[in-house]
């Protein structure tokens, strides 16, 4: 495993809608573990492909209860809202409030193509919102609660 480096804000990378991934080979692990070892090294808990320049529908989450890889997520169900601090890894030493959904049914790929569908509530339910919106070059400063 390697350290990425971590694309930051202001390159347009970030901006780009990644493209679906359809291969599920050695390469797509390396790039995922050294996802892992990047996002656990700058004390993520969550991480998007782009985000390591490479602009694929991928990403990882871990809020502290295990690593879930979802390769081509999609929320399927959404339910409630939360609004609560976020920051991101590509824009550092920042954080701001932002609603989301409480709970989301996430439908993606495990790192073999299995079909995996996957529930979250709380601070991980934030994490998928979040990463997922990467991969379509959204980030949270664009959802950032006006304050009246
Ligand atoms: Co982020």
Redesign the pocket.
Known sequence: MAKRNIVKIGDDILRKVCRTQLTFDEKLHQILDDMAETMYAADGV???AP?VGILRRYCIVDIGDGLVELINPVITEQSGTQTDDEG????PNQSAPVTRPMKVTVRAQDRNGNNIVVSAEGLKARAFC??ID?LDGV??IDKVQKTV
């Open positions: 969550g991480l998007a985000q991101c890894l590509s824009i979040h990463e990467h980030l949270y």
